[in-house]
Structures are given as structure tokens and as C-alpha cells.
């Protein structure tokens, strides 16, 4: 017997589908064959149904992406239910009529209900303090330790007598985007955990280039609104030879100007904003990857 259900919330979700609600039910199988309704319990509803039967085992209800949902809606009553001395057999048990079958109902001790969401979310306004109230809440921050059991240990790539240290490069760059959003919003070390599936050498540094062409620099973009020049800053651009530079500022600005506009243009170099250009080159670079972390002072350890 599973133990376990999973669901991921989104603004269409509903209590019809988290406890119980009507579902239409075709009387045969013709196009003609009438349609009844009939109730139906949610996958909440379901599980509960299940731990019920089983009080000496666990079970857990797993809901990715839950600040996306419209938690009263889904919820609806079970939002009391759910805490730990209203459950069912606790001190203050609590059992409410459901909507839709009039059934008594109450939640069992033995269910966990585990949420997921991404802080960087603008949708986490939505986890009311209701809700917040009936959670702890465990963070799970980007793990770049280079030691034994960590998701990044170990991990290099390798191209020639050049080495990219992948733990380092994602600490340096987390550092930077601390200082100029927030901790939030730090990029998690998942987005290079599938190097460790790709052989090292000139595999890896493709597979890396890969990653930060479509995944990183994107993800930079929306951070800062397109503000190249943060951009620059958070890849270390502004501290590396122009050949290693994944954000490369356009030279010659009153040039550009006179050759957009004309010689007559009136327009201040200075008050015009800068032009950047991604660099191409630069994602098959090491140099452009070691220049992130390497101006940063860093231990014997993490040297290695």
C-alpha cells in the first residue's frame, strides 16, 4: 500500500480536487449515454481514508509548489483540522461535516503534510499567516560545501591544464547576488548537479557552457531586469580580460552613436545607456569560469 500522495497547487486548483466534489459520470459508453454526478473524495480525503485504516504507520501528504495555490479554497475547512492537537484522538479533536457527502470527517494523527515552494517566488505573499502558523518551516538553502556527501563534492571540470571549480564558482556567484538582491534569490545547486552525470574534459565544459547560456544568464536577466551591468558584476566581467568576459561592454560608445544616429545627433555619450553583448566565445572559455571565484580569497581546502 503507497503511503504517500503528491500533488502540485496552481491557481486552478480546488477543494473539489483536494477533499471531495462532484464529478460527472457517463451512463454508458455512446456519445448519446446520459451524464449523473456523483461524489467523489480528493487525493487529501483519500490518504486520510488510508491512514485510518493503518494508526501504527506513517503517511504523508507531499504538496509541491504550495504557496501557488489559493490555500482557503483548497483547504476550506481542514485548515483547523490540520493542527497537530485538533487531529483525530488528540487532547482538542476536531471533526467537521464535509460539503458535499455530509460525512463526518476528521484527520488522522499519523498523516504529515509536507509542503515545497521556492522563496524566489513573488507568489509566497499567498502563505497567509494562518497558514504559516499550522508549518514548521526548514530551509533548504544552496549547498556548495566541497566535502564528502555534499550534492557539488568533487565536482570539477577539467579542460586541458585548466581546472573549474564547480562549488567555488556557485559560492562566488551566490555571494555577489546576495549583496545586490537578496538571499533569496540565490541560485540553487541543482542547476549543476547533472555534470556529475557527464564525463569530464571537453564534455563537461560543453555541458557547463550549456548551463549557463540557456539556465544561468537567463535566470541573471530576470533577476536584475536586464541590468547588464549588475550582470557583469555578479560574473565577475568587470574583473576579467575582455577574451573572458561572458557580458562584454561595447567600446567606442560616440562611435556607435554617430552610426545609429548620425553625426548630428545632439546626444551625450554619458547619459546614454551602455550596449552589452553576450559573448559567445566566452561559454567555451575556462578562464571565463575560473575568473568568477578567483579574485576571492578562499582556504587551502577549497583551493584543491
Same mark, same amino acid.
Given at each position: 500500500?503507497?503511503?504517500?500522495?503528491?500533488?502540485?497547487?496552481?491557481?486552478?486548483?480546488?477543494?473539489?480536487?483536494?477533499?471531495?466534489?462532484?464529478?460527472?459520470? #457517463?451512463?454508458?459508453?455512446?456519445?448519446?449515454?446520459?451524464?449523473?454526478?456523483?461524489?467523489?473524495?480528493?487525493?487529501?480525503?483519500?490518504?486520510?481514508?488510508?491512514?485510518?485504516?493503518?494508526?501504527?504507520?506513517?503517511?504523508?501528504?507531499?504538496?509541491?509548489?504550495?504557496?501557488?495555490?489559493?490555500?482557503?479554497?483548497?483547504?476550506?475547512?481542514?485548515?483547523?483540522?490540520?493542527?497537530?492537537?485538533?487531529?483525530?484522538?488528540? /487532547?482538542?479533536?476536531?471533526?467537521?461535516?464535509?460539503?458535499?457527502?455530509?460525512?463526518?470527517?476528521?484527520?488522522?494523527?499519523?498523516?504529515?503534510?509536507?509542503?515545497?515552494?521556492?522563496?524566489?517566488?513573488?507568489?509566497?505573499?499567498?502563505?497567509?499567516?494562518?497558514?504559516?502558523?499550522?508549518?514548521?518551516?526548514?530551509?533548504?538553502?544552496?549547498?556548495?560545501?566541497?566535502?564528502?556527501?555534499?550534492?557539488?563534492?568533487? #565536482?570539477?571540470?577539467?579542460?586541458?591544464?585548466?581546472?573549474?571549480?564547480?562549488?567555488?564558482? #556557485?559560492?562566488?556567484?551566490?555571494?555577489?547576488?546576495? /549583496?545586490?538582491?537578496?538571499?533569496?534569490?540565490?541560485?540553487?545547486?541543482?542547476?549543476?548537479?547533472?555534470?556529475?552525470?557527464?564525463?569530464?574534459?571537453?564534455?563537461?565544459?560543453?555541458?557547463?557552457?550549456?548551463?549557463?547560456?540557456?539556465?544561468?544568464?537567463?535566470?541573471?536577466?530576470?533577476?536584475?531586469?536586464?541590468?547588464?551591468?549588475?550582470?557583469?558584476?555578479?560574473?565577475?566581467?568587470?574583473?576579467?580580460?575582455?577574451?573572458?568576459?561572458?557580458?562584454?561592454?561595447?567600446?567606442?560608445?560616440?562611435?556607435?552613436?554617430?552610426?545609429?544616429?548620425?553625426?548630428?545627433?545632439?546626444?551625450?555619450?554619458?547619459?546614454?545607456?551602455?550596449?552589452?553583448?553576450?559573448?559567445?566565445?566566452?561559454?567555451?572559455?575556462?578562464?571565463?569560469?575560473?575568473?568568477?571565484?578567483?579574485?576571492?580569497?578562499?582556504?587551502?581546502?577549497?583551493?584543491?
Amino acid at each position: 500500500m503507497q503511503r504517500y500522495s503528491f500533488v502540485t497547487f496552481h491557481q486552478s486548483y480546488g477543494y473539489e480536487e483536494f477533499v471531495e466534489g462532484l464529478r460527472p459520470v #457517463l451512463g454508458g459508453e455512446t456519445e448519446e449515454a446520459e451524464v449523473r454526478y456523483e461524489i467523489r473524495a480528493g487525493v487529501f480525503k483519500d490518504l486520510c481514508r488510508r491512514a485510518s485504516a493503518a494508526p501504527d504507520q506513517r503517511f504523508a501528504m507531499v504538496i509541491d509548489e504550495i504557496n501557488r495555490g489559493n490555500i482557503s479554497k483548497i483547504f476550506g475547512e481542514l485548515i483547523t483540522l490540520i493542527e497537530p492537537d485538533k487531529r483525530a484522538g488528540a /487532547a482538542n479533536a476536531v471533526s467537521v461535516t464535509l460539503a458535499y457527502s455530509g460525512e463526518q470527517f476528521s484527520v488522522p494523527a499519523n498523516v504529515d503534510i509536507i509542503g515545497t515552494m521556492n522563496t524566489a517566488d513573488r507568489s509566497l505573499a499567498l502563505l497567509d499567516t494562518a497558514l504559516r502558523r499550522r508549518f514548521e518551516f526548514v530551509p533548504v538553502m544552496p549547498d556548495t560545501r566541497d566535502e564528502s556527501g555534499a550534492p557539488l563534492a568533487g #565536482l570539477r571540470v577539467r579542460s586541458g591544464e585548466q581546472t573549474i571549480h564547480i562549488p567555488r564558482l #556557485l559560492g562566488a556567484i551566490n555571494e555577489r547576488i546576495e /549583496a545586490l538582491y537578496d538571499r533569496d534569490h540565490r541560485i540553487g545547486h541543482a542547476y549543476f548537479t547533472p555534470l556529475t552525470q557527464v564525463p569530464d574534459g571537453k564534455e563537461r565544459l560543453t555541458a557547463l557552457g550549456s548551463i549557463f547560456r540557456m539556465r544561468i544568464l537567463p535566470l541573471l536577466e530576470e533577476y536584475f531586469f536586464e541590468d547588464w551591468q549588475k550582470i557583469r558584476l555578479v560574473l565577475a566581467d568587470n574583473q576579467k580580460a575582455t577574451a573572458a568576459q561572458f557580458v562584454r561592454e561595447q567600446a567606442g560608445r560616440d562611435d556607435d552613436l554617430t552610426r545609429l544616429f548620425g553625426s548630428d545627433h545632439g546626444l551625450d555619450s554619458y547619459a546614454t545607456k551602455p550596449r552589452h553583448i553576450v559573448q559567445e566565445s566566452a561559454f567555451s572559455n575556462p578562464e571565463a569560469y575560473i575568473g568568477i571565484y578567483q579574485t576571492l580569497p578562499t582556504s587551502n581546502a577549497e583551493s584543491r
